[in-house]
């Protein structure tokens, strides 16, 4: 059985070569819990984090095999800590602080955080700072973690910093509402200058993407897959990236 997926791995790894391929994909790497249930019942959903944590350190290395340019990934929505209780969130801002070290420290990637930092504990922020300022400049992969992320509170604040930069200007409400541009409030968003995802893949069969980059996803192609976060393997990441290579995308025409 292993020689069988072995081989057919392969043979999806050459049928790539030549084809488009994504330069931005986002993953929301969902189903972490519903594995912990299944595999470990009984037992605390920390043992679902982890393993979603470990396939993410897997992940990154395979979008780096293959030359993809920005990977964004989501791991802690700003729902997550409104509902969780603290005994199940501060393990998983644990597991989450340890995995941002972990991209940091391995000299490959350049990591960005994106999202509300101020609504964690200031310790864990603090950290997660730590470690992506040790990143910066650094080429390679850029790797953005979205943490304590919300797609509706991005916007917000979004507006927030572009009507404060521009009442500093001296600009009037009434002028901002008559000259605002689209371009205006992306640059505004956590993730500023870079391009949008061109692939957005989400695990555990759910199909909606619950506010995830609202903004940039506008015109991201979209691609779910049936596996639970921590089961998702390399064969399932390449069918999702054959099934983007044979679109044609039209950018919303």
């Given at each position: 059985m292993q020689l069988a997926y072995s081989a057919y791995e392969r043979r999806l790894r050459r049928a790539l070569a030549g084809a488009t391929l994504p330069n931005h994909i986002a993953v929301m790497a969902d189903g972490n819990r519903r594995w912990a249930r299944a595999n470990s019942p009984g037992r605390a959903p920390l043992d679902g984090y982890r393993a979603g944590a470990d396939k993410l350190r897997e992940f990154v290395t395979w979008c780096d095999d293959l030359h993809i340019g920005i990977v964004t990934v989501w791991v802690l929505s700003t729902e997550n800590l409104k509902r969780e209780?603290?005994?199940?969130?501060?393990?998983?801002?644990?597991?989450?602080?340890?995995?941002?070290?972990?991209?940091?420290?391995?000299?490959?990637y350049r990591v960005q955080l994106v999202g509300a930092l101020d609504l964690l504990p200031d310790d864990v922020a603090a950290s997660l700072h730590a470690a992506e300022r040790s990143t910066e400049n650094r080429p390679g992969m850029h790797i953005n973690v979205a943490v304590s992320y919300g797609g509706r509170r991005e916007l917000a604040?979004?507006?927030?910093?572009?009507?404060?930069?521009?009442?500093?200007?001296?600009?009037?409400?009434?002028?901002?509402?008559?000259?605002?541009?689209?371009?205006?409030?992306?640059?505004?968003?956590?993730?500023?200058?870079?391009?949008?995802?061109?692939?957005?893949?989400?695990?555990?069969?759910?199909?909606?993407?619950?506010?995830?980059?609202?903004?940039?996803?506008?015109?991201?192609?979209?691609?779910?897959?049936?596996?639970?976060?921590?089961?998702?393997?390399?064969?399932?990441?390449?069918?999702?990236?054959?099934?983007?290579?044979?679109?044609?995308?039209?950018?919303?025409?």
């Open positions: 209780a603290d005994t199940e969130v501060l393990p998983l801002l644990g597991v989450i602080a340890e995995l941002v070290r972990d991209l940091a420290a391995s000299g490959r604040d979004a507006v927030r910093a572009l009507l404060r930069d521009e009442a500093a200007r001296g600009t009037t409400l009434e002028h901002l509402a008559d000259t605002l541009e689209v371009d205006q409030i992306a640059q505004y968003l956590y993730t500023k200058d870079q391009p949008d995802p061109d692939l957005i893949i989400r695990t555990s069969g759910e199909q909606r993407l619950s506010g995830f980059l609202t903004w940039q996803s506008a015109h991201s192609e979209l691609y779910f897959c049936e596996a639970l976060w921590p089961d998702f393997r390399r064969v399932d990441f390449y069918r999702a990236l054959r099934s983007y290579a044979q679109r044609e995308r039209r950018y919303g025409l």
